[in-house]
């Protein structure tokens, strides 16, 4: 079992800048595949940014490339979601996933979420 434990939302203005935490225990992050979606009301959730179990493949959804940033630090075993430049379309749950490899496929964790608010 992997559990998951987000934290860092909040209310910010446009143009700020918030940092994500997502706790793993369980399992360590150097073994899993780290996602950070987001659901915003009557939107479907949406991948916004991933690293590999390597670290060496990380991606990001177009709408926020060049402003958010995903890292993770192995001895916190803890992965990050850097936010600058906010926007009030970045409004949304911010969701924690680990995806770890299984035979073929995978299983997949998700944190409780956490809220974020842009305001204009």
């Known amino acids: 079992q992997v559990q998951l434990v987000e934290s860092g939302g909040g209310l910010v203005q446009a143009g700020g800048s918030l940092r994500l935490s997502c706790a793993a225990s369980?399992?360590?992050?150097?073994?899993?595949?780290m996602g950070w979606y987001r659901q915003a009301p009557g939107k479907e959730r949406e991948l916004v940014a991933a690293?590999?179990?390597?670290?060496?493949?990380?991606s990001y959804v177009d709408s926020v490339k060049g402003r958010f940033t995903i890292s993770r630090d192995l001895a916190k075993n803890t992965v990050y979601l850097q936010m600058n430049s906010l926007k009030p379309e970045d409004t949304a749950i911010y969701y924690c996933?680990?995806?770890?490899?299984?035979?073929?496929?995978?299983?997949?964790?998700w944190g409780q979420g956490t809220q974020v608010t842009v305001s204009s």
């Open positions: 369980g399992r360590t992050v150097s073994s899993l595949n």
């Open positions: 996933n680990a995806d770890r490899p299984l035979g073929v496929g995978s299983v997949k964790y």
């Open positions: 690293i590999s179990w390597s670290g060496a493949a990380i």
